[in-house]
């Protein structure tokens, strides 16, 4: 769940309100899922061959409308979900909206979530697959001020700092085993970046291609640290289905994963032209910080070489990777003992 | 709550078997529920299987607070510091400030609708700021727990005061008693069984308080209080160590709920009928 | 003996019109025990309030003399109901005008245990107001107005709520005090067999507006049982009862000519 925390530094909305309603929204979905028949399992399928009603589907965002999402709405906008006889319903969420659990129960055809849910939500019987990975370099890092005494995330590590970092988040297990004696002190990430700037915390969890945007068009020049480059690399945007749904609707989840292919590669050719719509539906980010996080991100979406039908796809061994951190993170039992279950990517 | 009450001292040792007695019956109903309440929660499971991921068992949450037993008593001890510090705070703040309040129709007339206000202001949402103000660590955790507990206090002092008996008021005006005086020796005994009241809904705030703290501003690290581990356990999709630690949140606050019930009851049982 | 209080002309008008008290006047020697009796409503509680600086009239004067050589009269209330703080035990009670005069510890609890003996309650001193009866708690009440040793006692119907026989035991024991501490006494009823017996001086009040309508003398040295049952007795609350009812009488005719 790496975007959970990123509500609060982005937009200023407290931590705390998202995490209580994390923890009602959770108790919602299994009082919802325990009395109800889950939403997907009852729509017709549309009748093969007839020209069909559009087929309604909703997807769940764990975030406010931003670039981060911005192949979606190219989509959208573009109406390449009609096309593939979708009406999608994007819903945006924030830190507290618990993505993983509504789509594994079916309550949402389709939800972003963390390459690393999907692995834990399986092994507690929430049986997601990952669809589609916006991200092929993780965006998560962690920013610094430029002056900063710090030259690496070891000598971060090793000082007496305070970092903004949410504790439970799998890359900060994976940073406080990699370097172990470590005497930052952690605190949760509530207050948004107003700590960050007044100095409170010295550094701060985010995604390189939109925290630090935002104080660098605020005057506070930062650095980043990639935790891809320091070795932890999960899917950490994906949009992801339900098992059961998938095993009923491979077409329709081939359709959206076409429509998303496509609106992603537009997206990447000419942002500007999409994010005046996505800035309307969030006003806590500037359209200039928009456009600034759309460059900023292209290379961690599409790496140079990248194919336009390849945005979006995933890799056995990633998988496998992320498996292997996670168990010896103890944040998973076992490796699933078919990864070719934990993800689909559409022909 | 009150049910578990503890009945009037005997005052003849003969009577101890039927005090215990009475007490055990007192406790049947309350432990039923809970029995009642836990065997349908695993009815549930049984009978919808919602998944562990959303709906984890009864038993399941024993077996991960069993687990997880060193960090879930660490949690408990820290969270019970910060929401018994936060408490004192309250309990010295709300008296004072009941007694300025009780003592003054225009000062009453001017802050008490304020205060009323303040209580409404949802907690989370000053959470962040109180950081701001009180730094990281358990002073953030200490003033979300006071800044909770402290209407109730505030409100059941003025309450209790402004309904001293004017026999008695009239009566210290006779024996020339100084306006400290009344105070000290019939106004705050005379309120006690209501700031009482107001102690006990206090202190079960004051953990829930101590909690919203904790999510915005406490440290993280080998000793986590409870807003700390039910974060990380959120994320980390533990979903049976989030019902076990408010599990343990819900004991912080019955044992706060508990000892200051106990302190009232010591303190008025001799003269109050609440007391008995 | 001269006057210990002096009330001339005493009118009390309330804000919602009722007129208490007008043309209140009455006399009381030093040493002696005067009554006020009269119907509920009349003024008799009014009065001893002004008295007691409670209240202040708002025609007349009423005075309260100190003793040669004082400079305030000390002056003790005692009124209808005990009014005890139910968080302190007995002793503490009475000792609470002492704690409030700054009385160090030592000095205020034995002078309260010497008054609880008075009022014979030596072995009541740890017990909490709720774990007394109605005619102890009224004894407490009386030691806790003693316990300053003031010049005046005024009581407001202290035994009204309270059995006979309690009663009288109350009444023979303010007569013995009242001997002992050599006080001037001021009592409130509205019983007129006790009205006969306490009174050296006994004033009848009228209501609408409260007045004195007439000021007896039963002239008793000795109170005992034997009093009670005798003639002469029977021939003073014969009389007092008439000119009470006389006063209820003559109520609506003063209302009208007021
Ligand atoms: N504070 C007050 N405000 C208005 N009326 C009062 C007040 N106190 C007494 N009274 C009225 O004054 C009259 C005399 O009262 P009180 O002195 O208590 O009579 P008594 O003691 O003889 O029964 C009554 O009519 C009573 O209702
Ligand atoms: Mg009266």
Redesign the interface.
């Known amino acids: 769940m790496s975007i959970l925390q990123r509500l609060a530094e982005s937009c200023g909305i407290p931590g705390a309100v998202a995490s209580a309603r994390g923890v009602a929204a959770a108790v919602a979905v299994a009082l919802l899922a325990a009395c109800g028949e889950p939403g997907g399992e009852t729509k017709p399928s549309a009748p093969a061959g007839a020209a069909p009603a559009p087929r309604a589907v909703r997807l769940q965002l764990n975030w406010m409308p931003e670039p981060e999402f911005g192949g979606i709405y190219a989509a959208q906008q573009d109406g390449l979900f009609a096309r593939e006889g979708l009406a999608v319903e994007v819903i945006a969420g924030s830190a507290g909206t618990p993505t993983a659990q509504m789509t594994a129960s079916g309550q949402v055809e389709f939800g972003i979530v963390g390459g690393d849910q999907v692995l834990t939500l399986r092994e507690k019987g929430g049986d997601l697959v990952g669809l589609f990975a916006i991200f092929q370099t993780s965006p998560m890092g962690v920013m610094v001020r430029a002056d900063a005494p710090w030259k690496s995330l070891q000598e971060l590590w090793a000082s007496d700092a305070t970092v903004a970092m949410e504790a439970g988040l799998p890359f900060v297990r994976y940073l406080n085993q990699k370097h172990p004696g470590g005497k930052v002190r952690l605190v949760p990430t509530g207050t948004g970046l107003a700590a960050f700037e007044q100095g409170a915390v010295q550094a701060q969890q985010c995604f390189i291609s939109a925290e630090p945007v935002q104080m660098e068009l605020k005057g506070i020049p930062v650095r980043v640290f990639s935790l891809a480059e320091g070795g932890y690399d999960p899917y950490t945007v994906t949009v992801a289905t339900g098992a059961a749904f998938l095993a009923k609707d491979r077409d329709a989840c081939a359709a959206f994963v076409r429509a998303l292919r496509e609106g992603w590669a537009r997206y990447l050719a000419e942002p500007a032209k999409y994010n005046p719509a996505i800035a309307k539906l969030n006003p806590g980010m500037t359209l200039a910080a928009m456009d600034v996080a759309a460059r900023k991100q292209h290379d961690l979406v599409a790496p140079p070489g990248t194919g336009a039908n390849e945005v979006g796809m995933m890799e056995r061994a990633r998988w496998e990777t992320l498996a292997r951190q996670l168990v010896e993170l103890g944040t998973l039992k076992a490796v699933p003992p078919v990864i070719d279950d934990v993800f689909w990517n559409a022909p | 709550m009150s049910g578990a009450r503890a009945p009037a001292p005997a005052r003849a040792p003969s009577r101890a078997p039927s005090r215990a007695r009475a007490a055990l019956a007192a406790a049947v109903p309350p432990f039923a529920v809970i029995v009642a309440s836990i065997l349908a929660w695993q009815g549930a499971v049984w009978a919808f299987r919602p998944g562990e991921y959303l709906l984890p068992s009864p038993v399941q949450v024993a077996e991960e607070a069993w687990d997880s037993r060193a960090t879930l008593a660490r949690a408990a001890w820290l969270t019970g510091l910060s929401a018994a510090g936060g408490f004192a705070l309250a309990a010295f703040a709300g008296v004072l400030a009941g007694s300025v309040l009780a003592a003054s129709r225009f000062l009453m007339r001017g802050l008490y609708p304020i205060a009323t206000l303040l209580q409404m202001v949802p907690l989370v949402a000053i959470a962040p700021l109180l950081v701001v103000w009180c730094g990281y660590g358990w002073r953030t955790s200490v003033a979300s727990a006071a800044i909770v507990s402290v209407f109730p206090v505030l409100a059941s002092t003025l309450d209790g005061m402004r309904g001293t008996d004017r026999g008695l008021v009239e009566l210290f005006g006779t024996l020339h008693a100084g306006r400290v005086q009344r105070w000290w020796k019939l106004e705050l005994p005379w309120a006690l069984p209501s700031i009482v009241t107001g102690l006990r809904v206090a202190a079960g705030l004051s953990v829930i308080g101590a909690i919203v703290g904790e999510f915005v501003g406490a440290f993280a690290g080998d000793a986590s209080p409870v807003g700390i581990v039910i974060l990380s356990a959120l994320r980390e999709n533990r979903t049976e160590l989030v019902f076990a630690a408010v599990l343990t949140a819900a004991v912080v606050g019955f044992a706060l709920f508990g000892l200051v019930s106990a302190l009232g009851w010591v303190a008025l049982r001799r003269w109050h009928a609440s007391g008995g | 003996m001269p006057d210990a209080i002096t009330v001339t002309g005493v009118r009390r008008a309330f804000d919602d019109g009722t007129v208490a008290l007008d043309g209140a006047t009455l006399s009381v020697e030093r040493g002696s025990v005067a009554v006020l009796v009269g119907p509920s409503g009349c003024g008799k509680t009014t009065l001893l309030r002004i008295l007691?600086?409670?209240d202040a009239p708002d025609a007349g004067t009423a005075s309260v003399a100190p003793v040669a050589g004082e400079g305030a009269a000390r002056v003790?209330?005692a009124?209808q109901?005990p009014?005890l703080?139910?968080?302190r035990n007995a002793l503490r009670n009475v000792a609470?005008?002492l704690?409030?005069?700054r009385v160090a510890k030592a000095d205020r609890d034995a002078r309260a245990h010497g008054m609880l003996s008075l009022v014979g309650l030596a072995d009541a001193g740890r017990k909490?107001?709720?774990q007394l009866s109605g005619g102890m708690r009224m004894r407490v009440a009386i030691a806790r107005a003693l316990v300053t040793r003031p010049q005046v006692l005024l009581l407001d119907e202290p035994f009204g709520a309270l059995d006979e026989i309690t009663r009288h035991q109350l009444d023979d024991l303010v007569l013995r005090l009242r001997a002992e501490l050599g006080m001037t006494v001021v009592l409130v009823t509205h019983a007129i067999t006790e009205a006969a017996y306490m009174g050296d001086r006994v004033f009848v009040m009228a209501p609408s507006p409260g007045r004195v309508v007439r000021a007896f003398e039963p002239g008793f040295g000795m109170r005992d049982a034997a009093l009670r049952a005798s003639p002469r007795f029977a021939a003073v609350v014969a009389d007092l009862t008439q000119s009470l009812a006389g006063a209820m009488l003559a109520a609506p005719e003063a209302g009208v000519r007021a």
């Open positions: 007691a600086g409670l003790s209330i009124f109901e009014r703080l139910p968080w609470l005008p704690e409030l005069a909490l107001p709720g």
